[in-house]
Nanobody
Framework: QVQLVESGGGLVQAGGSLRLSCAAS????????MGWFRQAPGKEREFVAT??????IYSDSVKGRFTISRDNAKNTMYLQMNSLKPEDTAVYFCASNKGVVTLTSRYWGQGTQVTVSS
């Protein structure tokens, strides 16, 4: 059974940093695109970043502050979040899919809460 499990969320002050992890099990994801999405209260889930063989892509709202990476040997993806802002507060989800990650990606984690206080 394929599983994606996020960890690393928490409460942090504005300007602080957090590192999220997404551990994959049940299959190897080295040939799959992986990415992060987030959903704030009352808002739709939105794209944050993705990483694949072709490189990394970021949303404009996090570009320059967040860094996505992956360790295929550990089947794990990371999201280093720096200079956090209150508007980054959301549940962060990891996703994986063949090709590109979108809102209709095949594999999803359960989410991890990130709260940024002002």
């Amino acid at each position: 059974q394929v599983q994606l499990v996020e960890s690393g969320g928490g409460l942090v002050q504005a300007g602080g940093s957090l590192r999220l992890s997404c551990a994959a099990s049940g299959r190897t994801f080295s040939g799959y695109a992986m990415g992060w999405f987030r959903q704030a209260p009352g808002k739709e889930r939105e794209f944050v970043a993705t990483i694949s063989w072709s490189g990394a892509i970021y949303s404009d709202s996090v570009k320059g502050r967040f860094t996505i990476s992956r360790d295929n040997a550990k089947n794990t993806m990371y999201l280093q979040m720096n200079s956090l802002k209150p508007e980054d507060t959301a549940v962060y989800f990891c996703a994986s899919n063949k090709g590109v990650v979108t809102l209709t990606s095949r594999y999803w984690g359960q989410g991890t809460q990130v709260t940024v206080s002002s």
